[in-house]
């Protein structure tokens, strides 16, 4: 075999063939090289997850994954990545992302969609990306989209699934809740299928000719008189009156506090303490904000020009 190949390199058509794949292998590397994502031997392109036909990348989980981290720090400075993950942060964005690709994959098998027209209004009536006119800014667009790790492909993804979710899911939250023995009778009537046959016979083919009589009028009225009797029927009679019309005596001051005095706790005054704190990064923060609190100071005014705010804890 080893002879056989060498022959084969050694004619015109095997040293062409040689070639090329010296050729191919070159282009491989140096596409490799500019785009900085070899993926070569299946290494780049890595995928975390697949729904349906859609693939959810590492890249795109690692910025997901940062911005929403961004805004937790927003609402907690002092709070770390390692923290964030032992959470629960990224398994969440992850479902969020799994979750988002199968609900948009569901509205288009029902049939669903959206344009991009429709998409193209939902972002130029968000109020965030207004200027000082109060219209779409292109600036303020990018700004967004630069503060929060996102681009717009990103960006227009979100706001197709929530459109989406406006048109499958809201019609269904805001449908009543039923009783399985209401819904089930109405679930079996999709699942039935019935089929008949249906002729034409006129009346004349088998109606009697003869007047019947009045022995079988009477007989046929006496076996349907349900049918021929007149539904019972009843009149109402009824007046309208006023407080005018029934006038109420005065209540005298005994009779206040005799009430006053039976019900005692509950006219009693009720205490009500509202709480709050501030959760400071270090203790050297803490104690100049307590320092100031205890001369005087506001708390919320201390906690603001420490670039904090206090919050009420959760009950």
Known sequence: ???????????????????????????????????????????????????????????????????????????????????????????????????????????????????????DGRIADLPVFAGVSGTFDQTMFERFLQQNGMTEAQLRRDIRQ????????????????LSPGIAQPYAALLMERRRGDATFIPASSFAPANDPGDAALQAFLKQHVARFTVPERRVLQYALFDRAAAPVPAVTDAEIAKVYKDNAAQFAASETRRFAQVIAPDQATANTIAAKVRGGTSLAAAAQARAFRPRRPAS
């Open 1 to 119: 075999m080893i002879t056989a190949i060498r022959r084969m390199f050694s004619s015109t058509l095997g040293k062409f063939i040689a070639l090329a794949f010296i050729a191919l292998i070159g282009v491989l590397f140096a596409l490799s090289d500019v785009t900085g994502n070899a993926t070569f031997g299946g290494i780049g392109g890595a995928n975390v997850a697949k729904v349906g036909n859609t693939d959810i990348g590492v890249g795109e989980l690692r910025d997901r994954v940062q911005a929403v981290y961004n805004q937790a720090r927003q609402q907690q400075p002092g709070l770390t990545m390692a923290a964030f993950v032992e959470s629960g942060g990224l398994d969440g964005v992850l479902d969020e992302l799994i979750e988002g690709a199968a609900f948009e994959q569901l509205a288009g098998d029902l049939g669903f969609g959206v344009s991009k027209r429709l998409v």
């Open 162 to 177: 929530q459109l989406l979710a406006e048109q499958i899911a809201a019609p269904i939250a805001s449908m009543p809740a």
